[in-house]
């Protein structure tokens, strides 16, 4: 069983930054594809960026691309997601998930998730 805790959500003007990390429990942190969705208010959950078990590969969605940068540290058990340049538009939830599975193609059936974070960007 994992246990996922995101923090670091908060109001930020346009054009700025937030730091996010996702806390996670139990071991083997390192066998876990680790993932970053959001959803905004009246909208479907959707995909933001990806990182391998490892690190060594990341994937992301086009819409923050060259914005945000997803890591992880895996001696920590946790995951980040920097974020740069933000919009009104990237206003949501922001959820951590976790799956054994790296799998670019298919980012549906997460093993665990978190509760999320509430990230509020003002125009």
């Known amino acids: 069983q994992v246990q996922l805790v995101e923090s670091g959500g908060g109001l930020v003007q346009a054009g700025g930054s937030l730091r996010l990390s996702c806390a996670a429990s139990g071991r083997a942190f390192s066998i876990y594809a680790m993932h970053w969705f959001r959803q905004a208010p009246g909208k479907e959950r959707e995909f933001v960026p990806a990182?391998?078990?490892?690190?060594?590969?990341?994937d992301y969605a086009d819409s923050v691309k060259g914005r945000f940068t997803i890591s992880r540290d895996n001696a920590q058990n946790q995951v980040y997601l920097q974020m740069d340049n933000l919009k009104p538009e990237d206003t949501a939830v922001y959820y951590c998930?976790?799956?054994?599975?790296?799998?670019?193609?298919?980012?549906?059936?997460?093993?665990?998730w978190g509760k999320g974070t509430l990230v509020t960007v003002s125009s």
């Open positions: 998930a976790a799956r054994r599975t790296w799998d670019r193609a298919d980012y549906n059936g997460m093993d665990y």
């Open positions: 990182i391998s078990g490892r690190g060594f590969s990341t």
